[in-house]
């Protein structure tokens, strides 16, 4: 890795990637068609046959993956790469459309994914639109009740489940005091477009066939969104460093991960396992990425891949003295 790296800030790899970060306006909208309306679509003739069977809520599962290809798309507008940074209006009003369809506040969510970005792999400003992490020496200092909450909280039975469900469905609903001004009203106005929508499917349809429909796909897609989200930045070899010692490529070809999943799931999470190429440029929409990767294998990193899922799931806490992921103590409190 350490000659990987080497080779690729010995190369001019800041002009060798602008030029994928100029958009495709037909590829975009291509994307949107091939998103936005089957989800609309399948959510419709669920609301419609529901009645007639349950068996209609199998589509729950392609629903959930054009959801979470949805949200690819408001990402990547708030990154202002979809339409490109010239077309900030244009990426704004389209995030704010598909933030509403995922139920996450757009301005809100854009400033907090800069912080990501901005931090990612940095050890003195972990917690910043991350999953919660300690080191084996916070481990060892922390009190019994924190280590009880840390341990319930990395437990996949919760992480990729209850606390995914909560996160998406309800804590981004409510602005908390401390927040900027403009996140509060960014989650306010979000809440009051899906108080008018929910309102009015239910008139339409009934609220229990409504929160049966949406509240299923929005825990699928909840729970697929934060393993890929963990599968991201928590992996094997993963690198964080101190304040002084970071280093951006190699937080961004070593702190992110490639996420090697067959052709289908590509589609559904909109080449966002590409994501070392995502974060070496947030400027280089998600439909792209392929391109770059294929083109420039110089920029290639050691894969994950789905039989990986076993020893991402094993990970607890980073061990600072061996720059490496461990487990729980097996002795101790």
């Known amino acids: ?73 408001f990402h990547d507008c708030g990154h202002q790469s979809f339409f490109g940074a010239k ?25 907090a994914h800069a912080k990501h970005h901005a931090t990612v792999a940095k050890l003195d400003q972990r917690g910043k639109g991350d999953v919660w992490m300690l080191t084996l020496e916070e481990w060892n ?28 469905i309800i804590a981004q609903r409510i602005p908390l005091p401390g927040m900027d001004s403009q996140d509060k009203r960014s989650i306010l106005l979000t809440d009051l477009a899906l108080l008018v929508i929910i309102v009015s499917i239910c008139l339409i349809i009934g609220w229990k066939a409504y929160l049966l429909i949406q509240i299923t796909v929005m825990m699928l897609a909840s729970s697929v969104g934060v393993w890929l989200f963990y599968v991201q930045h928590q992996f094997p070899g993963a690198y964080w460093a101190r304040k002084g010692e970071w280093d951006y490529l190699t937080a961004c070809l070593k702190g992110s991960s490639f996420y090697q999943l067959p052709k289908v799931l590509r589609f559904f999470t909109g080449n966002i396992g590409y994501h070392h190429l995502h974060h070496l440029s947030h400027l280089v929409p998600n439909y792209h990425l392929p391109q770059l990767f294929k ?36 002795y101790g409190s």
């Open 1 to 73: 890795m350490k000659e990987l790296i080497q080779d690729i800030q010995n190369m001019n790899w800041i002009e060798i990637i602008r030029k994928y970060q100029v958009p495709d306006l037909n590829r975009a909208i291509g994307q949107l068609f091939s998103s936005i309306v089957p989800y609309i679509g399948l959510m419709i003739l669920m609301a419609f046959t529901i009645r007639f069977s349950y068996w209609t809520l199998l589509l729950v599962i392609p629903a959930a993956g054009f959801a979470v290809r949805t949200f690819i798309i």
């Open 141 to 168: 200092e922390a009190s019994k009740w924190k280590k009880l909450t840390y341990r319930i909280y990395r437990n996949p039975l919760v992480l990729f489940t209850i606390g995914a469900w909560f996160n998406m």
């Open 295 to 330: 083109q420039h294998p110089e920029l290639a990193v050691k894969p994950i891949t789905l039989r990986d899922t076993r020893k991402l799931l094993a990970i607890r806490l980073y061990d600072e003295a061996s720059r490496s992921y461990v487990g729980f103590p097996i």
């Open 87 to 111: 077309n900030k209006r244009a990426n704004d009003v389209l995030g704010v459309i598909t933030g509403i369809l995922t139920f996450t506040p757009y301005h809100f969510w854009r400033r």
